[in-house]
């Protein structure tokens, strides 16, 4: 349960800032892949929307836990 | 001949032409009086058209200004009203309550007068005026009655012939049919609808060519004016509003008219946007959500053509975003389409049953004696559904195919929530959309396809796969299962391209789509496997098939593997994504991910590497690389082969010491448990610290290291080598200095004359001690410097943990002579004279040690047991499918296969299972068939062919004497099943003895258990392969404890034991892992169910001592851990034995002790039996 700590960040405080890291890693992993995909033939009308849509897919295979543990590292890391 | 003459010299060409009929506007006048009014409109037969049409004219610019907003409008509506006082059925004299009371009679006769001689502009005005009329008769409550009055005007035979005529006009005549649609639209919502019901009752007239005139568009390039809407526009309003007011009957009725029906939604990708919405919005309030009209008169309006053209709506207007009411059409669209398709009660969805095929029984009645012999095979449905499922959601199957998921995420979301509710569909679709290849190409497409694939998969199954209360009497057909968790599309060749794509992009959604996969496999597999089932060896063989086909659809464990290893090293996600696949390989098929002979150490140790050298500059990309490190560690524990203690080339340190210091190097804040779970486990197998209960394990050296490294950033660096040599010699040779212990433990006792017997502390301390002169000797003042800041509080915790301290004193204190006989140069390091102490309220143990239950072991050992096992928890842990099942159609089966398929897909071994069969005709086709494959595969290219034949003639030599009267011993019959796996196989570290053995003779002795004394007694010659073979041995003797006959060659007395002696000494290992142990605990629970097998284990082995003894080492251990686990796993199996054995005997043996030993126990479980069953 979050909440329990004053410093502990809402499930949905978690969930947001992860969403936002994993696309920053997943752009930035595969940017090459991406920018070749961008230009291909069929990207067009809603492909960009579709594309962000399969990108953030991937946050669902994390458990809110796992989440947590990756948001809430970097809280207490740059604190040190 | 000459040359026609152009149109414009050819006198008259114009005639040639049709003619333009061009209607001059009408002249009107401004009205003062009511008289003007009734003059103006008054009939006269012999009247002209032009009089007519001013008068109309006239009161039609007077209504549009009554109904304009000016707000000055008490003197006209007092004009308008003494006018219709006037025009009404008392100012014309005629009588009240005639049912033929005519208002306006004047203007209706003008109107059947033009009627009758074809003047259209008097037929499209008059109802132009009525309609205005109407609309402004509605707004006033007192002027109502009037209008009421002239709706029931309308009504007459007279005038709904008119309606009739106008409504039938030429199709170009849309200024005569429009006006009459408007006036009936006004007609059928005044006050409410109090006339709808009548005028529906008309719809001969009033809705005649309803569906013609809803296809009356407009035409022309610009947009329709919604001023001047088209007739389509008008008729579909009146349509709109008739769904309005109309009882639920009469929608019926109306919907029942399929061209209407059809009409309606035809044109609706080019209607303007405010009529798509009037008309979602309509039929969604009137239709869709009205729980009155019935469920057929919706499914006639939602039907398939109805959708679809609805669907079509994704994409209109594109173009038009500027239009905020155009641009919201394709989300109107969606949640409509969403709230049809998914309500039941809006007539389209129907209720499927999961994943059993319409017109299947899965609660089919088949004799047991059917299903013993013949498996899944007799059930005549279970194979029919690979090309076609037939289905009850026609409408929405239809509507799927003309969906387009993989190009737009409505789309997309739309089809996944369809097969949410109705997942009957979902392998059916795959089968019919041929046209969905799924060729990994950098394109929209394949990701798209890849998304609404991922979203497929990650649909949950079905409960109890029927959506029931329970789960059916006969599994579901495995292609239909298998079509859920892996679609047609994400078959094997192409998942294999996908995965193994030079394009990393490609390669990450393959692995994602395979991970959610797998885990889906997982759910469906445990769902076969549920206790529950009325037939248990049924659905075992469903699931097995169904891991079956899911490993031949899948890309092989070497591809995972390749892919894994190709992945870019600064790719963390995708490492991530790929570590995971592999340990899910490892948990959920790990026949599959074990023939892989894959060895984790490089993998694990890059890794650890990577973390321990601190390049990840964010602090999330160091918690994401440890989700990675934690699934090799996973993974590491299902390998019994894992070199903990030995370095790889290129790195200093060994795994065991770099994940130590990933730990104290790791930013704060990233938790650590899953990886300092794992360290405790090797610690404690590799007896670096004690095994005693309460213990902290390494907490005390972590905490020392971290304290270390808080109070000087980087100073435990310089030990890290040192503290890996310890590490390494200790885990290495622990007994060497367990004998150090002892001669410490008796100088301590002889300096200080205390009792220091039974002392405890950690093995490495002493080789610490060991390895300290060697530290002085290197003159390296950093590491001593380090040392001596580190040893004085190390061993301060260690006290605090409980360990002696008397011990760490004298080792203490030598440790302290070496630094002061330090060469001069180090003099001054210098180390404390006392030990540190600090206070810790570390947790128990156990709770540190305990390994996380997510799959580590087989089967349903992943459970958390919360109490007490009862006796069903504990079949559902130990028992075992029969594995020498018999299958008589495998003497027929095999007969067309080729020889891989006989030896790799089972075949062989089927064959081989029938030696046991109780039949001896069958026994002996058997062995004949044997033979005749022996024969087959020697004249094979099969690589291995030669120790195949061997193995399969010798089984045959071995049978023939005795088969002829008693089937061949379980044992044999097992060792042959399961030692066909090895010889094929020459990478196997079995693969030597087995071989070994086939070449000591042509005939077994079947007195004894093959190869029992070579595993558990030689080395194991690959490796450190130990571990694996015995799971294999022990794997083998489960599947070959059947029948009293089978117990007999376990107990038997032989030169070092009988076999269950020997492996119940083998259990009391405390360092065997826990799926090990459980495959011993599996043989004493198969014996448990042979006749007299509890009443042996117990008078000639001590089985209920032995189990009772166990179970108190594992007492005090962590809630939820290991040891916790298996202490109760112990305690039910006693309870077991206790009940299924012949208790007087027993009781007389021993002299009534067990049965006391039983009482508290027994009476605790038996309670809870009744309360679980």
Not at chain 2, 966 to 995: Q, W
Request: net charge neutral; hydrophobic share 40%; charged share 25%.
């Amino acid at each position: 349960m979050s909440g329990t700590e004053s410093t502990s960040k809402s499930n949905q405080e978690v969930a947001s800032e992860f969403a936002s890291y994993y696309l920053q890693r997943i752009t930035k992993e595969f940017a090459e892949d991406l920018d070749k995909m961008r230009s291909a033939d069929d990207f067009r009308n809603e492909a960009m929307q579709v594309l962000v849509g399969a990108l953030q897919q991937g946050i669902s295979m994390f458990s809110p836990e796992d989440q947590r543990r990756v948001v809430e590292s970097a809280a207490t890391g740059k604190t040190q | 001949m000459g040359k026609r003459p152009p149109h414009g010299q050819e006198a008259g060409g114009t005639a040639r032409k049709r003619q333009k009929v061009v209607h001059e506007a009408p002249t009107h006048e401004e009205i003062h009086t009511s008289r003007q009014l009734m003059q103006l409109l008054s009939f006269d037969l012999h009247q002209d058209v032009v009089r007519a049409r001013h008068g109309l004219q006239s009161l039609k610019v007077f209504l549009d200004a009554l109904l304009g907003p000016d707000c000055d409008q008490a003197d006209r509506l007092a004009i308008l009203k003494e006018y219709l006082q006037f025009a009404g059925p008392e100012g014309q004299f005629q009588t009240e309550g005639d049912e033929s009371q005519v208002y306006l009679s004047d203007i209706m006769q003008t109107w059947s007068h033009a009627s009758t001689n074809g003047i259209e502009t008097v037929m499209s005005a008059v109802p132009v005026v009525l309609a205005l009329l109407l609309r402004l008769l509605s707004q006033s409550l007192d002027l109502v009655p009037f209008g009421l009055g002239i709706c029931r005007t309308l009504l007459q035979k007279r005038q709904l012939e008119l309606i009739s005529r106008n409504l039938s006009a030429e199709k170009s005549k849309t200024f005569v049919i429009s006006p009459t649609l408007r006036m009936l639209t006004e007609a059928i919502s005044f006050d409410g609808g109090a006339i709808a019901k009548p005028l529906f009752r008309a719809r001969a007239s009033t809705f005649k060519l309803l569906s013609r005139n809803m296809l009356i568009v407009h035409i022309g390039e610009e947009a329709e004016d919604e001023k001047r809407p088209s007739a389509r526009t008008t008729a579909v309003l009146f349509f709109l509003s008739a769904l309005k007011f109309l009882h639920p009957v009469a929608k019926k009725e109306l919907l029942s008219q399929r061209d209407v029906v059809a009409a309606l939604t035809r044109e609706i990708k080019n209607d303007p946007a405010h009529l798509t919405l009037s008309m979602l919005n309509g039929l969604r309030d009137n239709i869709m959500l009205d729980d009155k009209v019935p469920r057929e008169a919706k499914a006639n309006m939602f039907n398939t053509s109805t959708l679809v053209r609805i669907s079509s709506l994704y994409q209109a207007r594109q173009s038009a975003s500027d239009d905020s009411m155009a641009a919201s059409i394709p989300d109107v669209a969606h949640a409509f389409l969403t709230t049809a398709c998914t309500n039941p009660s809006c007539g389209v969805l129907r209720q499927d049953s999961g994943l059993y095929p319409r017109d299947v029984d899965p609660n089919a009645a088949i004799p047991d004696a059917e299903l013993d012999e013949l498996g899944l095979e007799a059930i005549v449905w279970m194979n029919k559904f690979k090309a076609e499922v037939p289905v009850r959601n026609f409408t929405l199957l239809n509507l799927l195919q003309n969906l387009r998921p993989w190009a737009s995420i409505k789309q997309n979301e739309l089809a996944i929530s369809i097969f949410r509710v109705a997942p009957e569909l979902v392998a059916n679709y795959f089968i019919n959309t041929k046209s969905f290849t799924f060729e990994p190409k950098l394109s929209a497409t394949w990701m798209g396809y890849a998304a609404f694939l991922f979203n497929t998969v990650s649909l949950p199954i079905p409960d109890h796969f029927c959506r029931g209360a329970s789960f059916p009497q006969l599994p579901p057909p495995t292609s239909l299962v298998l079509d859920n968790i892996l679609p047609l599309p994400m078959n094997q060749k192409v998942m294999v391209r996908s995965l193994t794509n030079k394009s990393n992009l490609l390669s990450f959604f393959a692995t994602r789509l395979l991970v959610v996969a797998i885990e889906k496999l997982d759910t469906a597999v445990r769902m076969h496997q549920d206790p529950s089932h009325a037939n248990i060896a049924l659905w075992g063989e469903a699931a097995r098939r169904l891991v079956d086909e899911f490993c031949q659809r899948s890309p092989g464990i070497k591809d995972v593997i390749n892919s894994y290893r190709s992945i870019p090293e600064q790719d963390i996600l995708h490492r991530e994504a790929a570590s995971r696949l592999l340990r899910l390989c490892y948990e959920v098929i790990p026949q599959v991910a074990l023939m892989a002979k894959f060895d984790v150490s490089p993998l694990l140790e890059i890794a650890l590497g990577r973390l321990a050298k601190q390049e990840l500059e964010d602090p999330r990309d160091f918690a994401l690389s440890l989700k990675e490190l934690e699934n090799l560690l996973a993974i590491a524990g299902y390998s019994p082969g894992m070199r903990w203690f030995s370095a790889l080339e290129g790195l200093t340190l060994s795994p065991f010491t770099l994940l130590l210091k990933v730990c104290v190097d790791a930013p704060r804040g990233v938790s650590l448990d899953e990886m300092r779970q794992v360290l405790n486990s090797v610690a404690v197998e590799q007896q670096l610290v004690p095994a005693s209960t309460g213990h902290p394990r390494l907490l005390p050296l972590l905490e020392t290291l971290q304290g270390l490294n808080q109070k000087k950033a980087g100073s435990v660096a310089h030990i890290w080598s040192f503290l890996d040599n310890c590490l390494t010699r200790c885990a290495t040779t622990p007994i060497k200095y367990l004998e150090s212990m002892q001669d410490l433990i008796k100088e301590a006792t002889e300096g200080s004359n205390k009792d220091a017997v039974g002392s405890v502390i950690s093995p490495l301390v002493v080789t610490i001690l060991e390895q300290m002169p060697f530290v002085v000797s290197a003159t390296d003042p950093e590491v001593l410097g380090v040392l001596g800041r580190f040893l004085p509080k190390f061993f301060g915790l260690l006290v605090t943990a409980g360990e002696s301290k008397p011990l760490l004193d004298v080792i203490y204190s030598k440790i302290s002579q070496l630094y002061k006989d330090a060469p001069a140069k180090l003099s001054q390091k210098r180390i404390s004279d006392k030990l540190v102490f600090q206070h810790n309220s570390w947790p128990p143990a156990g709770s540190i040690a305990a390994r996380p239950s997510n799959g580590q072991a087989t089967g349903g050992e992943g459970k958390t047991l919360e109490t007490d096992i009862n006796g069903e928890g504990l079949r559902r842990i130990l028992e075992v499918a029969d594995g020498l099942a018999a299958d008589n159609s495998a003497l027929v089966k095999w007969a067309n296969k080729t020889v891989d398929e006989l030896i790799d897909e089972g075949y062989a071994i089927s064959l081989v299972t029938l030696l046991a069969s109780e039949h001896a005709s069958i026994r002996k086709e058997a062995l004949v068939n044997i033979l005749k494959m022996a024969a087959k595969i020697r004249q094979s290219e099969y690589e291995e062919k030669e120790q195949v034949w061997l193995l399969l003639s010798e089984v045959a030599e071995t049978a023939r004497d005795h088969i002829e009267a008693d089937p061949l011993p379980s044992p044999a019959v097992a060792f042959a099943c399961h030692a066909l796996g090895v010889v094929r196989d020459p990478l196997s570290s079995l693969y030597p003895k087995v071989n070994q053995f086939l070449a000591r003779g042509p005939v077994w002795s079947l007195d004894r258990l093959p190869i029992v004394d070579e595993v558990l007694l030689e080395e194991p010659e690959v490796g450190d392969s130990f571990y694996t073979q015995l799971n294999w041995l022990l794997q083998y003797l489960v599947d070959g404890l059947r029948t009293p006959r089978d117990l007999e060659l376990f107990h038997k007395r032989r030169a070092r034991g009988p076999v269950l002696e020997r492996l119940l000494s083998l259990a009391s290992n405390p360092y065997m892992r826990l799926p090990l142990h459980t495959q011993v605990l599996r043989i004493l629970y198969r014996a448990t169910g042979i006749e007299g097998g509890s009443t042996t284990l117990t008078t000639r082995f001590g089985v209920v001592n032995w189990l009772e003894a166990q179970e108190k080492l594992c007492a005090g251990s962590a809630k939820g851990g290991d040891d916790e686990r298996l202490g109760r796993i112990y305690r039910a199996l006693r309870t077991r034995v206790w009940r299924t054995c012949d208790r007087e005997r027993v009781g007389v043996w021993s002299k009534g002790g067990i049965a006391d030993l039983r009482g508290e126990a027994e009476s605790k479980l038996d309670g809870e039996d009744v309360v679980m069953g």
